[in-house]
């Protein structure tokens, strides 16, 4: 993945849904872990 890539907000918000869900999988938490590590950053107010 390019540097400049960041995972969108969308995925993001499923990815937070499989991090909090009880049923999910050990290697889906994984991965939703991994993809909330590439969103940016959130500005400061």
Do not use: C, I
């Amino acid at each position: 993945m390019a540097r400049n890539e960041k995972t969108s907000k969308r995925v993001g918000t499923a990815a937070s849904k499989v991090l909090r869900s009880k049923s999910s999988s050990k290697a889906a938490k994984s991965a939703a872990g991994s993809a909330l590590t590439q969103r940016p950053d959130r500005k400061k107010r």
